[in-house]
């Protein structure tokens, strides 16, 4: 059993910045993972990026370079810089890790709004 606890949400305003961080009571590096899907109002479930054990980073088109996905394996701990934020990456971020199972955090707020 994986216990993943997001962090650092809020509301910023557009062109500001917030990192957040989700860390996990167990391993979560690996091929598949660990990753950050956002889920905004009316809105499915999206994935915004992943990086992977091998050092792999993908990320959706429309956050490449704005937002950096990073980890320290030490710390279990995935994070993901969001620079340049726009109102469309308004959304719910979740974090996700995959160890025999997929396993979800509990979701950060992140609103974007002057």
């Known amino acids: 059993q994986v216990q993943l606890v997001e962090s650092g949400g809020g509301l910023v305003q557009p062109g500001g910045s917030l990192r957040l961080s989700c860390e996990a009571s167990?391993?979560?590096?690996?091929?598949?993972?660990p990753a950050w899907f956002r889920q905004g109002v009316g809105k499915q479930r999206e994935l915004v990026a992943r990086?992977?054990?091998?050092?792999?980073?993908d990320y959706a088109d429309s956050v490449k370079g704005r937002f950096t996905i990073s980890g320290d394996r030490a710390k279990n701990t995935v994070y993901l810089q969001m620079n340049d934020l726009k109102p469309e990456d308004t959304a719910v971020y979740y974090c996700?890790?995959?160890?025999?199972?997929?396993?979800w955090g509990q979701g950060t707020q992140v609103t974007v709004s002057s």
């Open positions: 996700f890790a995959w160890n025999q199972r997929d396993y």
């Open positions: 167990g391993s979560i590096f690996n091929a598949v993972g």
């Open positions: 990086t992977t054990a091998a050092g792999r980073r």
